[in-house]
């Protein structure tokens, strides 16, 4: 916690930059993201892609594989649903649960391929990662100003807009959709219960705590590791359909369909610091700095970007403490200085009578 409010510190000298008292911009903001009527429920509307994704990143860095790819896995699950949306004849009740099913597989799929290159060609997985989230932005953007661009529209890139089957409710008076958020609370809980109940989870705990101690026991790196990586792409890919059957209702330009969510998500997983349920509280915490975006964009005119540069000082502080983490400091009153030692005494030496006598 010291590390964020150093972070919150630090934020204070963008507002400087901007001429706007750091004081009165918390202040402004905490009225405005938290206060004024319907601006609550807003937190949780990004809460939903954050929970979701965070708490697949929390299985894939318990196994010690450093998945990074999530935002271009939560991008293929949005790729998927909207496949299933527009291009299939599944329609009424089974829509939607078609198009998570249809998300969970690409997310799934999308992260398999660097699990596969890191186990078979020991391929850095940051890398491969991080470099399949371009590939998915290019290729939605591809898709909507190409093959999958609506008839109707005009001047814009998006598809059409989905049935009304493939549209998720939403809280009234909220622009919260449900079922994604009651999934995300189902999906922290039930990771929950595999990393402390489950051999599967057993097995990604030893791994990921020792890989030579899971060697021995006869643990299967690959099955543990693919398991794990479809599991950790499924859950992005679930935040894409939340994304875009829940809010958008169309794909669109990809930095629309996630502002950042699995970039942010990474962050959401460190702080929870491998618990799953921890997620809950972390995922709140960054959707309340994005609901902040757009206080800062309205309120104080500010670039809503600038939420970026807030999530990347937190994640700078918390790489910084983690080094600290290791040591304990602790003040200890200086000790007072020794005594001098008092000097020899020289040795007698006999007169020349005591010697004769």
């Keep these: 916690m010291v590390a964020i409010f150093a972070a919150f510190i630090a934020a204070g000298g963008i507002f400087s930059a901007y001429g706007i008292n750091p004081i009165h911009a918390y202040a402004v903001i905490a009225h405005d993201a938290l206060v004024v009527p319907g601006a609550f429920p807003e937190i949780f509307r990004s809460t939903i892609p954050l929970l979701l994704t965070g708490v697949g990143l929390v299985l894939a860095f318990r196994a010690q594989?450093?998945?990074?790819?999530?935002e271009g896995q939560l991008l293929a699950g949005a790729v998927a649903a909207t496949g299933v949306a527009l291009?299939?004849?599944v329609r009424g009740p089974m829509t939607l649960p078609v198009m998570f099913a249809a998300g969970f597989v690409g997310g799934a799929l999308w992260g398999l391929l660097p699990s596969l290159l890191k186990l078979r060609l020991n391929v850095n997985e940051v890398i491969t990662t991080l470099m399949m989230n371009y590939i998915a932005l290019y290729f939605v953007s591809w898709l909507v100003t190409g093959p999958w661009r609506g008839p109707s529209v005009r001047g814009f890139a998006y598809t059409d807009q989905f049935p009304a089957a493939a549209w998720l409710p939403l809280i009234p008076g909220t622009r919260i959709h449900w079922p994604t958020l009651a999934l995300g609370v189902v999906l922290a809980a039930g990771c929950a219960v595999l990393l402390a109940r489950t051999r599967l989870g057993f097995a990604i705990r030893v791994q990921g705590e020792n890989p030579e101690a899971a060697r021995y026991v006869g643990i299967n790196a690959l099955r543990t590791t693919l398991l794990v990586m479809l599991l950790s792409g499924g859950a992005a890919g679930l935040a894409g359909v939340g994304e875009v059957a829940g809010v958008h209702h169309k794909l669109l330009d990809p930095n629309q369909v996630s502002l950042g969510y699995?970039?942010?998500a990474i962050i959401v997983a460190w702080l929870a610091r491998g618990q799953a349920l921890a997620t809950l509280i972390t995922a709140t915490l960054f959707g309340l700095i994005y609901s902040s975006g757009d206080v800062m964009q309205v309120s104080l005119q500010m670039p809503f970007r600038v939420t970026s540069v807030f999530n990347?000082?937190?994640?700078?502080?918390?790489?910084?403490?983690?080094?600290?983490l290791a040591y304990r400091v602790r003040w200890a009153p200086r000790p007072a200085p020794a005594d001098p030692p008092a000097p020899a005494a020289a040795p007698h030496r006999p007169s020349g009578e005591e010697q004769w006598e």
């Design 87 to 89: 291009f299939t004849p």
């Design 262 to 264: 699995g970039y942010t």
């Design 65 to 70: 594989f450093y998945n990074i790819g999530a």
């Design 312 to 324: 990347g000082l937190i994640l700078f502080f918390l790489i910084g403490s983690e080094r600290l």
